[in-house]
T-cell receptor, first 109, second 113 residues
Framework: RKEVEQDPGPFNVPEGATVAFNCTYS??????FFWYRQDCRKEPKLLMSVYSSGNEDGRFTAQLNRASQYISLLIRDSKLSDSATYLC??????????FGAGTTVTVRA | DADVTQTPRNRITKTGKRIMLECSQT?????MYWYRQDPGLGLRLIYYSFDVKDINKGEISDGYSVSRQAQAKFSLSLESAIPNQTALYFC????????????FGSGTRLTVV
């Protein structure tokens, strides 16, 4: 079983729509959680950390459910510039981040 | 200048050749990593280093070696390249004080023919 699993999508949504997707992780000892954004053929960039109580950063909301071992990302009022692949990232040990394969979001005009 | 710089950006090499990918950083981070990315598989850890004297294997280290020449430099070598090492390679750094978030270089697209 993969350590981090994501629905690859793609999620095709119109501008202004809300899109949400989850990722599940297998190791209950996981300590830290992140969402990264990756544009085509570019490096991943940290979008936001995910905190136990859930957190927002502008139009982005992240939630953590430790009991069910999943994290979610919700994007409100989607913009064309939100089109990207979103990587779910879990810190299991001190040194090692485990990356999901990514969920592709395409926002259309 | 970028915080984490990788060279070359693109490289095509022949099977059996030795190739080195270089990474340098200006963030002053002690921790550096090499990952490869393949479609549908996510990023997988090849090697990591917590300081100049520290080298550790990741989950897919076979066929690769690394050198940490200084705090700012971490190079990845393919001793004898093979076609299934064709991938996108990323170097990253981290600072434990920043909750382990990574800063990535722009990547090296390597093709082995």
């Amino acid at each position: 079983r993969k350590e981090v699993e994501q629905d690859p999508g793609p999620f095709n949504v119109p501008e202004g729509a809300t899109v949400a997707f989850n990722c599940t992780y297998s190791n209950s000892a996981s300590q830290s959680f992140f969402w990264y954004r990756q544009d085509c053929r570019k490096e991943p960039k940290l979008l936001m950390s995910v905190y136990s109580s859930g957190n927002e950063d502008g139009r982005f909301t992240a939630q953590l459910n430790r009991a069910s071992q999943y994290i979610s990302l919700l994007i409100r009022d989607s913009k064309l510039s939100d089109s990207a692949t979103y990587l779910c990232v879990v810190n299991i040990h001190d040194y090692k981040l485990s990356f999901g394969a990514g969920t592709t979001v395409t926002v259309r005009a | 200048d970028a915080d984490v710089t990788q060279t070359p950006r693109n490289r095509i090499t022949k099977t059996g050749k030795r190739i080195m990918l270089e990474c340098s950083q200006t963030k002053g981070h002690d921790r550096m990593y090499w990952y490869r990315q393949d479609p549908g598989l996510g990023l997988r850890l090849i090697y990591y280093s917590f300081d100049v004297k520290d080298i550790n294997k990741g989950e897919i280290s076979d066929g690769y070696s690394v050198s940490r020449q200084a705090q700012a430099k971490f190079s990845l070598s393919l001793e004898s390249a093979i076609p299934n090492q064709t991938a996108l390679y990323f170097c990253a750094t981290s600072d434990p004080g920043q909750n382990y978030g990574y800063t990535f270089g722009s990547g090296t697209r390597l093709t082995v023919v």
